[in-house]
C-alpha cells in the first residue's frame, strides 16, 4: 500500500495528540472575525466556506453550517439548499483553475468524478 506523505499535517497531529484542540474547529472560527486567519473564504447566511488548513491535496475546501450538527439529516432544508448551492459555485471555480475536482460521499472518503 502506498502512503501520502504531509508533513505539513505534523502540527495539527501534535496538537490533536496532546488535547490542545478545540471541542469544535468549526464551530471556534465561525466565531472568530478574522477570516483571512481562520482560512474562511465565504460566509453565507446559514453556512460557510472554509480551506482545510492542513490539507492532503490542493484546492480541499469544506462547506460548513453554522448550526452545530453531526449529520447532514439535522440541518434544516434551508441550510442544505445554501450547501448545495456553494458546492456548485465552489466546483465552478475549482475547475476553472485546473483543480481536480472530487465528490464527497462522507468526511474522509472521497470519489473522483472521472
Avoid at 41 to 46: I, L, S
Wanted: aromatic fraction near 10%; charged fraction near 20%.
Amino acid at each position: 500500500m502506498d502512503y501520502i506523505w504531509t508533513p505539513w499535517r505534523y502540527q495539527y497531529m501534535k496538537e490533536a495528540a496532546s488535547g490542545n484542540q478545540p471541542e469544535c474547529i468549526f464551530c471556534e472560527a465561525a466565531a472568530r472575525e478574522n477570516d483571512a486567519e481562520t482560512l474562511i473564504v465565504h460566509r453565507g447566511e446559514k453556512t460557510f466556506v472554509i480551506l482545510n488548513r492542513f490539507p492532503y491535496t490542493s484546492g480541499h475546501v469544506m462547506i460548513v453550517p453554522y448550526a452545530h450538527v453531526a449529520e447532514l439529516n439535522l440541518c434544516e432544508s434551508g441550510t442544505l439548499d445554501e450547501m448545495m448551492q456553494l458546492a456548485q459555485r465552489v466546483e465552478t471555480a475549482l475547475r476553472w483553475l485546473g483543480t481536480c475536482v472530487c465528490t464527497c460521499c462522507h468526511a474522509g472518503s472521497a470519489i473522483p468524478t472521472s
